[in-house]
């Protein structure tokens, strides 16, 4: 079964710091998603990684995937309070012909102005 | 164009006793995905349908179910209902497929006393 591991679960920052959350996951998956989810919200996508060395960028948040050690990286760079929410990943489970998304536990990011 | 909504938003209920929540999905999306939220568990997949056919199926037991109308609006019910089963229930759709960028409802809040 997929299991997926996000860390830190807790991050608190400075504005105008930089940082990077990690996503691994253990078996195999051709597709990796970034969620952002603020308080009492639903969740918003972020990003869709679909292939070994993509990178997307939005604003300060840097997504990337590296499917041969089952790693994506979530960087931000220079926070902004705007910034503080849960970041969740997802990875595509596909096994005996079904399909689930599968998510990692969420990395709830505070940043401190 | 109009974002996927849930009904009811809130919604509390006594062990035993069996809920429907609803999902309209966006305009033009024809798959429906279901996910139940919990601080413990996190995110969990329960089901998607596509076409008012149930593709794909999480690891829940069968008091869990769903059904998707002709217009795509799916419903999800709970029977006989137990304290665990508090949770955010959210509800997400894509076009074609939950490989597709998923695009996810407000969520309906369930407690169950």
């Known amino acids: 079964e997929l299991k997926v591991e996000q860390n830190p679960l807790f991050l608190s920052m400075q504005e105008g710091k930089n940082y990077t959350i990690y996503c691994n996951y253990s078996t195999t998956s051709d597709r990796l998603y970034w969620y952002r989810q603020d308080p009492g919200k639903s969740l918003e996508s972020l990003f869709v990684?679909?292939?070994?060395?993509a990178v997307k960028q939005e604003g300060r948040l840097m997504a990337s995937l590296d499917t041969k050690a089952r790693l994506s990286t979530l960087h931000i760079t220079a926070a902004v309070h705007d910034l503080s929410a849960t970041y969740f990943c997802?990875?595509?489970?596909?096994?005996?012909?079904?399909?689930?998304?599968?998510f990692g536990k969420g990395t709830k990011l505070t940043v401190n102005p | 164009k109009a974002g996927v909504t849930q009904t009811p938003r809130y919604l509390i209920k006594t062990r035993g006793q069996q809920v429907t929540l609803s999902c309209s999905p966006i305009?033009?999306?024809?798959?429906v995905s279901w996910y139940q939220q919990t601080p413990g568990q996190g995110l969990q997949f329960l089901f998607e349908y596509f076409s008012e056919t149930q593709r794909n199926k999480g690891n829940f037991p069968g008091r869990f179910s769903g059904r998707q109308f002709s217009n795509s609006r799916s419903e999800m019910n709970v029977s006989t209902l137990e304290l665990g089963d508090s949770a955010l229930y959210l509800c997400a759709s894509s076009f074609r497929t939950s490989r597709e960028t998923q695009y996810f409802g407000p969520g309906t809040r369930l407690l169950v006393l």
């Open positions: 990684l679909l292939s070994n060395g």
């Open positions: 305009s033009g999306h024809r798959s």
């Open positions: 997802a990875v595509d489970e596909v096994k005996g012909g079904s399909e689930k998304l599968v």
